[in-house]
């Protein structure tokens, strides 16, 4: 498979790995991902991607944990884990998307109630457009995707959405990097709580128009490595390996590390 990025191997890779561990330290910090649910992050130029995991706490996700699989949901590099149960969640969406690099499973509860009750999460906050501009859809089955074909129900439920409900069970996020699925991750979470305050208030609350979420997005889109947590700059909480607070960190830090490799 064709894919768009950085050149495979040696410091790429490890600088990807230290991605997605910085990553799920970020939604484990968020209360989004505790011990169950993975991120996922294509690694260019080949048919693999890396699976964050650490067999504790997702709140100490380091780089030497990560998991690499084909998309044959074969384990082709990590620690000797017990292994996921849903890879044909990341296998079969990353095949269906070249758009995607990163897929990321999480069961955040206020977005799991809304899909549970069958309830539109409503475009109200101007900074969750990126997310609920194309809606969220619902996959029909809420076992775990344990096979190619829910793997594959998934993909084609999802569509050209950037989330999907996986009824009664969590939701499915996908991004062009593993901090724009984060992102998305926690405007959707912010979303769904937004819309349960205002529905108590109103039950019929004014709606963001398509044309003012497209402009929203197209002001503020830069390049995703740089821009992805930037809404949430607000957020000054320290987390080992990575500040919230400091829009592009991550793009300085890999940058330093490789102007120092070489």
Do not use: W
């Amino acid at each position: 498979m064709a894919t768009q990025g950085r050149r495979r191997g040696g410091a790429d890779e490890e600088d990807l790995k230290e991605q997605v561990a910085m990553c799920c330290r970020v939604l484990y910090s968020e209360g989004l991902m505790r011990n169950v649910g993975h991120l996922t992050l294509r690694i260019p130029g080949t048919d693999r991607f890396f699976l964050g995991f650490n067999r504790y706490t997702y709140g100490d996700t380091q780089a030497k944990d990560i998991i690499t699989f084909d998309l044959s949901a074969r384990k082709v590099a990590g620690p000797e884990v017990l292994l996921p149960y849903e890879t044909f969640i990341y296998t079969e969406v990353l095949k269906a998307r070249p758009d995607v690099n990163s897929v990321l499973h999480v069961h955040m509860p206020v977005t799991l109630a809304f899909g549970i009750a069958g309830r539109e999460i409503l475009p109200l906050y101007l900074h969750d457009s990126e997310v609920l501009r194309f809606g969220v859809t619902t996959v029909d089955n809420p076992l775990l995707a344990s096979t190619v074909d829910r793997g594959q129900a998934i993909a084609r439920a999802l569509r050209e959405a950037s989330a999907c409900h996986m009824r009664g069970h969590g939701q499915v996020i996908v991004g062009e990097t593993a901090e724009q699925a984060t992102n998305r991750a926690m405007q959707l979470e912010d979303g769904a709580k937004i819309n349960l305050m205002a529905l108590q208030l109103n039950p019929h609350p004014k709606t963001l128009t398509g044309t003012e979420m497209e402009e929203f997005v197209y002001e503020n889109r830069r390049t995703p490595e740089t821009s992805a947590i930037e809404p949430y700059s607000a957020i000054r909480k320290r987390i080992p390996g990575v500040a919230l607070g400091q829009v592009g960190y991550l793009a300085r830090e890999l940058a330093a590390k490789q102007k120092a490799r070489s």
